[in-house]
C-alpha cells in the first residue's frame, strides 16, 4: 500500500513541476540564448542515447557494423532524405557490410 501511495505522490508531484514552466512563462517570448539552448537538448539526448546503444562504456563490445549504419543513416538525414528512407538506407548499408564480413 505504501509503495502505491508513494508512486502516486511522485506522480502528482511531476505533474505538477511539468505544469508549472507553462504557468510561469505564460505568453511571454524568451530570450534567444535560452532559444538557443533548449534547440540543442534534443541533439545531445540523441546523441547520447545512441552511444549508450551502441556499447556505452564497454568499446570492445561494439558493433561497428551498426555503427557505421547509424552514421549512414545520419548522413542521409543530413542531406535532407526524408526519415522512413534514412533508416531503410542505414538498414542496406548495415547489412551489406555484414554480408561482406562473412
Known amino acids: 500500500m505504501r509503495l502505491w501511495l508513494s508512486v502516486a505522490v ?8 511539468k505544469a508549472s514552466a507553462p504557468l510561469i512563462i505564460g505568453g511571454r517570448k524568451l530570450p534567444p540564448p535560452v532559444l538557443r539552448l533548449t534547440a540543442l537538448t534534443a541533439p545531445v539526448l540523441l546523441a547520447g542515447l545512441i552511444v549508450t546503444e551502441l556499447g556505452g562504456e564497454h568499446w570492445q563490445a561494439v558493433d561497428w557494423t551498426k555503427l557505421v549504419g547509424v ?6 538525414c543530413l542531406a535532407k532524405v526524408p526519415m522512413l528512407l534514412a533508416v531503410a538506407g542505414g538498414i542496406v548499408v548495415t547489412a551489406l557490410i555484414r554480408l561482406s564480413l562473412r
Open 10 to 17: 511522485v506522480t502528482v508531484i511531476n505533474w505538477l513541476l
Open 71 to 76: 552514421g549512414a543513416a545520419g548522413g542521409l
